[in-house]
């Protein structure tokens, strides 16, 4: 996850559940969990054997297993539903500042729109278009230039490729990439597209 640098909460949330799903797990694989070297396991472990969160079991001096104690299921589900409130608030952020945007192309007189990028911006936008009530817009299609996804769906829409844009009915191409918008911009242009009618997403 790119904007989630694993805080010492969210650390002990994935090691709680990893331990309470697989009882023989290694500081190896553990590591690989947190995202943080093998030599810091066994602090994170002592830490939570503390808390009184987890129990060690020694089968031999090489072969432990860990198990959540009830009190760490407790915190392991806190955990979860704080860390979610978060994502959730942090959703409807994203969601606020889609809809604000949606409701700018819809003040422009635009109806039925093409997207252009099948990425994540333009299932967000998807998502806030269904969950917005008498919008006034009309996704058409969404185009990309990527051939492994022409022809496949996005929650329903089909993805065309950018030489079939003539082929539907619509008022205005959204440019829904960042990181290609520079470059959809100038495929559109060498095409002869009225670049008048062409709205960016990430340029307000």
Do not use: W
């Amino acid at each position: 996850m790119k904007f989630f640098n694993p805080t010492s909460e969210l650390k002990e949330l994935r090691l709680l559940q990893h331990i309470e799903t697989k009882h023989d797990c290694t500081q190896k694989e553990l590591s690989e969990v947190v995202g943080a070297a093998v030599s810091m396991i066994n602090q994170y472990i002592n830490a939570l054997e503390e808390k009184g969160l987890i129990i060690r079991k020694y089968y031999s001096p090489k072969t432990v297993h860990y198990f959540v104690t009830p009190e760490g299921l407790k915190r392991k589900n806190y955990l979860l539903i704080t860390y979610t409130k978060e994502l959730l608030d942090l959703y409807k952020l994203a969601k606020s500042n889609v809809k604000s945007y949606i409701f700018e192309v819809k003040d422009k007189d635009y109806q039925k729109i093409l997207l252009y990028g099948a990425g994540e911006v333009a299932e967000t936008i998807l998502s806030v278009l269904r969950d917005t009530e008498e919008n006034g817009l009309q996704v058409v299609a969404i185009i990309d230039d990527d051939q492994e996804k022409i022809g496949r769906c996005m929650m329903g829409y089909p993805i065309i490729s950018s030489q079939h844009i003539d082929d539907y009915d619509y008022d205005v191409i959204v440019v829904t990439s960042y990181a290609y918008e520079d470059a959809i911009l100038e495929n559109l242009s060498k095409t002869g597209y009225d670049m008048a009618k062409v709205e960016r997403f990430f340029v307000r």
